[in-house]
């Protein structure tokens, strides 16, 4: 019912910067509250930020807190992860997912989201 497509991975050194973006399509965009999920090899799936409905409402992984930021253009059916300072560490597959849901509050479980992107690699070099 909505598809999800990841852009902007990519290498980069330590202490860098990547934006990630992830455009919606199939249904009304402003129905879903978005996540970004990360999965590093050999390692469960790891909530990253989330932004509710509106993105009046965001929530963040505590490893990641204070360097990444979630953002939402509800006109361009889009969501962002900004992520700053890198650290060898936030290596992994990035995942878009949506969850379409009335509640305007962002959510940070995984198995509320339904809705998955393909992944984007981001490998950050120490």
């Known amino acids: 019912q909505v598809q999800l497509v990841e852009s902007g991975g990519g290498l980069v050194q330590a202490g860098g910067s990547l934006r990630l973006s992830c455009v919606a399509s199939?249904?009304?965009?402003?129905?879903?509250?978005m996540g970004w999920f990360r999965q590093a090899p050999g390692k469960e799936r790891e909530f990253v930020a989330a932004?509710?409905?509106?993105?009046?409402?965001?929530g963040y992984g505590d490893s990641v807190k204070g360097r990444f930021t979630i953002s939402r253009d509800n006109a361009k059916n889009t969501v962002y992860l900004q992520m700053n300072t890198l650290k060898s560490e936030d290596t992994a597959v990035y995942y878009c997912?949506?969850?379409?849901?009335?509640?305007?509050?962002?959510?940070?479980?995984?198995?509320?989201?339904?809705?998955w992107g393909q992944g984007t690699q981001v490998t950050v070099s120490s």
């Open positions: 932004i509710s409905r509106s993105g009046t409402s965001t």
């Open positions: 199939g249904r009304t965009f402003t129905y879903f509250r």
């Open positions: 997912a949506a969850d379409l849901n009335l509640k305007d509050h962002y959510s940070d479980y995984v198995h509320d989201y339904g809705y």
